[in-house]
């Protein structure tokens, strides 16, 4: 009962700010409500007993990449205003395309077959589970991310020092 | 009293029981342990500030503003000051600059409160005085400090001036970079530990020294345990690192670019003024306390050492001796992390940009790493070697 309570929260939090986000008029507006969003998302992970997710997703997407976006937002300020402001004049081909993801999501939920296990005994953290399989079974997808990281970084410094050296 | 309250409670309906009794023993105890060590220390912490800035400045005012009343005159510790301070603060016009963005300007010192505030819902006070001990505790505590950067990033934004958009962007640029550096020192303690729980890493400190795979068996009150001397020298590196990047990250001197009164008015706190600007320190205060708090358990042993390990036996009235001499010796250790903090505010001059960023990424970050590097062997040689 009471995680039900939680969960509608969460998803009435998610669900709220994602369509403040999509329909803000300002487009820093929209990044500050996607920060609503994120933690929304983050509480029904934390709620569906995925606690590494939840505050991994809490790092990567609010610590991270939603400053990296207002900090994006902040440096683009000179653009003209018809691109800031967002202009709802292609209202039909975006109704078309949200209905249209939309029934290919509820057809998939549908088809798929929801396995349904039995809810671990107690609440124990993923932590160990998640650390277990990186070195183990999924360790070359694991190599494979720390490999693309590095090549980003490595560019990121070329290309910061200048294109010259 | 758990049983007394669920029995008054019996004849509710189950689904108000099924609410009521979490919100009852988990939500209430965790919100009065959180608010009732936030805003005491965010009061005191303000307090010393002055006083101690005063002492060091050679300020005159804020270390003896105290009573005059004809015969009777007292400095009352500078604590006329905060009075002042306050009477002063509530009387300020409630300034919202135009431009058309007030709810931002109104929400972030929230949001900035909400991240200091946050920092105390995983910090371990004592034995089992603590609102939540979650298995991810310190990374958790690592992740919830990007609140506090997007509240400043809201206040430099919506304040409409560009002094605080300066200040919000250096802020920004500042703690995403000290962020690294910090987060892998911290990795030691738990590489050590072997958990992220705060209260393992805590228990973890109680044994003994352990020294490149030698084990010295020593009792608690020796604090030869604690973290900082693992790994022999290198976890002493991890905390002064940790200790400079909380410095960086609470934008404290000499790290306060994001304020920096002589280059950009104040900042992102420019367009504050009255009770909002003082959530804004009172934010900072709880922050420094938390920061110091968790330094405090990942290297200096939490609440063991000498004073828990001498006179847990030892009850004051009805509270059991652990758990009183443990909060002491806790409160203690972050007190002077904190008071540390404090005077090298006051001390040191403020870097500049550049220097703040070849601080960070040519010295501090590699540092870490073979900070990080050794305790993982040092972890490894005390578990009896690699396949255990």
Redesign the interface.
Known sequence: ??AQ?AFWIFAIVTLGSALAAACARKI??SA?AL?ATFFGVAGIYAILGS??LA??Q??VY???I??LI??GV?LTDRVPDEYKVAQPRRWLPAAVAAGLSAVALLGALQATKWPVAAAPAAA??T?EEIGRSFMTSYLIPFEFASILLLVVLVGAARMARGGTR | MREGLTNLLSGLPQWLQDIALPVLFGLIPAVIIVLGVVTPVGLVGIWGERRIAGKIQDRVGPDRVGISLGPIKSRLFGLGQSVADGVKLLGKEDFIPPGGLGLMFLCAPLVVFAGALALFAALPFGPALWAADPNLGIFYLLSVGALEVLGVLMAGWSSNNKWSLLGAMREVAQVISYEIPMAIAALCPVLLAGSMKMSSIVADQTNGLDLWGLHIAAPEATALGWNLFAAFPFNIIAFVVFYICALAALKRAPFDLPECESELVAGFLTEYSGMRWSLFFLGEYAAMWAMSGIATVLWLGGWTGPLHGFLAGVDVGPIPGGVFFGTLAFVVKTTILFLLMIQIRWTLPRLRLDQVMSLCYKYLIPAAMLCMLASGAAALLASGGAGS
């Open positions: 009962m009471g309570i820093v507006h500050f920060m606690d590494f505050v991994t809490v790092l609010v610590g991270g939603l400053i207002c900090f902040l124990e953290s932590v």
